[in-house]
């Protein structure tokens, strides 16, 4: 079945480091790819999607890329900030899964603390 | 005004006792689900419906049951609550056109003693 795989948390870093978050996934077909962003008290908000190999989504200084290859998304932003500070969730969206085409399917989350 | 408005946000209740959660969306989307969210287990689908007259089980249904009473509202369900079903909830919409990106609510917070 369709899965996805993230880092667990949780990660903490200094202000201005680089972040990577690894996620890898399990899909039958070609799924869309994304990353959803929930900050302290709030519900989740798309940061950035890819629908297609070698795609590259991009937001807010966050970048991912769509590798097939080795079934994979990372997200990586070069210079964190404290207001970085969320809960991060990979997710992919398979076309065609019966009657549930479209749905998302959710990695378990990875938290970042971010410190001045 | 939020898009997609669930209430209510924080609710204690009791064991057995019947709790229903609301949710009402003004981006005229298709498709409203429902999930829970737990530490250390990400968000698993409840329910959701592609439009009114279709509604689909999720993952983890058992033990709750909803209703899309318009296109605008879906409601979620505690018949009998119970601990276990403490957790954060969250609703959820999306464009039946778009290719994935979906709409989240703010959450409702249950808790079940």
């Known amino acids: 079945g369709n899965s996805v795989t993230q880092m667990e948390g949780p990660v903490t870093l200094s202000e201005e480091a680089f972040l990577t978050i690894n996620c890898t996934y399990t899909a039958t077909g070609y799924p869309s790819l994304f990353w959803y962003v929930q900050y302290p008290g709030e519900g989740l908000q798309l940061l950035l999607k890819?629908?297609?190999?070698?795609d590259k989504g991009s937001n807010k200084g966050f970048e991912a890329t769509y590798r097939k290859e080795t079934t994979s998304f990372h997200l990586e932003k070069g210079s964190v900030q404290v207001s970085d500070s969320a809960v991060y969730f990979c997710?992919?969206?398979?076309?065609?899964?019966?009657?549930?085409?479209?749905?998302?399917?959710f990695g378990k989350g990875t938290k970042l603390s971010v410190k001045p | 005004d939020a898009d997609v408005t669930q209430t209510p946000r924080n609710r204690i209740t009791k064991t057995g006792k019947r709790i229903m959660l609301e949710c009402s969306q003004t981006?005229?989307?298709?498709?409203m689900y429902w999930y829970r969210q737990d530490p250390g287990l990400g968000l698993r689908l409840i329910y959701y419906s592609f439009d009114v007259k279709d509604i689909n089980k999720g993952e983890i249904s058992d033990g709750y049951s909803v209703s899309r009473q318009a296109q605008a509202k879906f409601s979620l369900s505690l018949e009998s609550a119970i601990p276990n079903q403490t957790a954060l909830y969250f609703c959820?919409?999306?464009?039946?056109?778009?290719?994935?990106?979906?709409?989240f609510g703010e959450g409702s917070r249950l808790t079940v003693l």
């Open positions: 890819a629908t297609k190999a070698d």
């Open positions: 981006k005229g989307h298709d498709r």
């Open positions: 959820a919409t999306k464009d039946s056109a778009n290719t994935g990106e979906l709409f």
């Open positions: 997710a992919l969206s398979a076309r065609y899964t019966g009657g549930s085409q479209g749905n998302l399917i």
